[in-house]
């Protein structure tokens, strides 16, 4: 694993849990509210106001020694991304969603998922203390106190000139809808693993031949037929993080299936599969509020990976929305 | 029987054939309405324009008559190809004038059913993407199927019957 992938998946997560412009607007909110109770000359009142909300802000600012948490942890996630990804791997469930691809390809996925099995040491003894730390990070007020103000925060950060395409999303919580123990789906893109629930996956098509149609943004990979229809493939690195695809990027990326949404037309390009796990709503970071990220459903605690809102990504995808595009 | 028939006769109608001259341009294929077609050149030297907009390659004479050629690469979006043996000019008939677009190659003229024509993903925000009239699936190949109306805006319409 290079440095760059690791430098990006740790960014990512980063951005992820700490959402550094809310708790910027936050921070201004916060002073803003200093300074009134300041003008108020009650230097009692001031102090009552002002001083649990600073340290609110303080808490929801990553410090230092939590970064450096976030930092090892990523890093030891991705060391065991080369190792099983837990003892829980349920193959039978990972054969089946492959029944759909070309059978040496499956083969293939599954050597090498195999071949990882067989040379890790013991994945228990680095996933405890993973799963401690990502805990550790979740249960962290920050993350609370940016959820619960997160609307509020947006109202004031949003600019005037929203897209008046994009249409409402108000996506049904994801926890809701799925069973206390629940299938995902692990896809690597660009280092970045990502998780989809079974219930959610359409289907595993191999990346064949792609038609570029022009004018479309640089997320939209183009066309592949699909059963007499076409599929549309998401460039899913240009998507989920624009901010870093750039040219280099977009070299490195070797595309190899396509994880389709439910029953859409829709294909998130992948560079690999890595397997299909059982997992406990417990052991998800639940996103609260659908927010600017409507299509992150939480966080896999222990891969520290995003676990996708299928319907509102599909929504998201209609309306011809890319990951950054303000959403009414 | 006789209102089965009638309904047929509408549906067929409603899917009426359509024939389409296809070209290639950066390994796609694409396809415009053969009514717009009057010709297809060999290419030939194409003079510049001075002062001309940036997606006007220049004017060739046919037959006495000057016609402009676009550069459809830039039009659509794409980089630049060098000129070869089989490179084209399709000179077309659109919003009551007639222009060249230089294409990378001319294969065939296809039929189609209006009911085997789908809608293009609808994601494009710029402005190459509103002269995708439909896509159809052909065989192992997609067939992009081009508005020649909507290659250019009403203004650049309007400029280029200036040059």
């Known amino acids: 694993m290079s440095k760059s992938v690791d430098e990006t998946v740790f960014d990512y997560f980063s951005l992820l849990l700490s959402e550094p412009e809310e708790v910027q607007a936050q921070q201004a909110a916060v002073q803003r509210q200093v300074n009134v109770a300041e003008e108020i000359d009650t230097a009692a009142i001031a102090k009552r106001h002002a001083k649990p909300v600073k340290q609110e802000v303080v808490s929801a600012i990553p410090q230092p020694e939590v970064v450096a948490e976030k930092q090892q942890a990523v890093e030891r996630a991705l ?3 080369n190792k099983p990804a837990s003892s829980n791997l349920d193959k039978q469930a990972l054969e089946k969603l492959l029944s759909s691809v070309v059978p040496e390809v ?14 890790s040491a013991d994945p228990q003894v680095d996933a405890v203390p993973i799963t401690k730390v990502a805990e550790k990070i979740a249960e962290k007020p920050a993350t609370a106190i940016i959820e619960e103000r997160q609307s509020e925060t947006e109202e004031e950060t949003a600019p005037a000139t929203q897209a008046s395409v994009a249409p409402p999303i108000e996506p049904t919580a994801l926890d809701e809808q799925l069973d206390d123990e629940f299938q995902v789906l692990f896809f690597k893109v660009a280092g970045l693993t990502l998780a989809v629930p079974l219930i959610s996956l359409g289907g595993i098509v191999q990346v064949e031949h792609v038609n570029h149609i022009i ?7 183009g066309v592949q037929q699909y ?14 993080m624009p901010e870093k695809y750039d040219e280099k990027l977009a070299q490195s990326v070797n595309y190899q299936y396509l994880v389709v949404l439910e029953n859409s037309n829709w294909g998130l390009a992948c560079e690999s599969l890595i397997n299909a796990v059982k997992i406990d709503k417990s052991q998800v970071n639940w996103r609260g509020k659908a927010g600017k990220r409507p299509w992150l459903a939480g966080v896999v605690k222990e891969q520290m990976c995003g676990i996708l809102h299928v319907q509102s990504l599909i929504d998201m995808l209609n309306a011809g929305l890319g990951c950054q595009d303000p959403i009414n | 029987m006789t209102e089965s028939r009638n309904v047929a006769a509408v549906a067929a109608k409603d899917d009426a054939v359509l024939q389409w001259v296809t070209f290639k341009l950066d390994n796609e294929t694409y396809g415009i309405n053969v009514m717009q077609v009057q010709e297809v050149l060999r290419h030939t030297e194409i003079a510049p324009v001075p002062g001309a907009p940036h997606y006007v390659l220049g004017i060739i004479n046919l037959r006495g008559n000057v016609v402009t050629v676009i550069d459809t690469r830039s039009r659509f979006g794409l980089p630049s190809a060098e000129v070869d043996d089989s490179t084209r000019i399709v000179i077309i008939e659109a919003e009551k004038q007639v222009i060249g677009i230089l294409v990378d190659s001319v294969a065939e003229v296809v039929y189609l059913r209006r009911s085997e024509i789908d809608n293009a993903p609808n994601v494009g925000t710029e402005e190459s993407a509103k ?9 192992d190949e997609l067939l992009i199927l081009v508005d020649l109306d909507k290659l250019l805006s009403d203004e650049e319409w309007a400029e280029l019957s200036q040059i």
Do not use: Y
Not at chain 1, 106 to 119: D, F, G, P, Q, R
């Open chain 1, 79 to 81: 060391a065991l991304d």
């Open chain 1, 106 to 119: 499956k083969t293939a996925s599954i050597t090498t998922e195999n071949t990882k099995v067989e040379t």
């Open chain 1, 215 to 221: 004018g479309r943004p640089k997320w939209f990979l």
């Open chain 1, 227 to 240: 059963r007499d229809s076409q599929l549309n493939l998401v460039n899913t690195a240009a998507w989920v």
């Open chain 2, 131 to 139: 002269f995708i009239q439909g896509v159809s699936n052909r065989g």
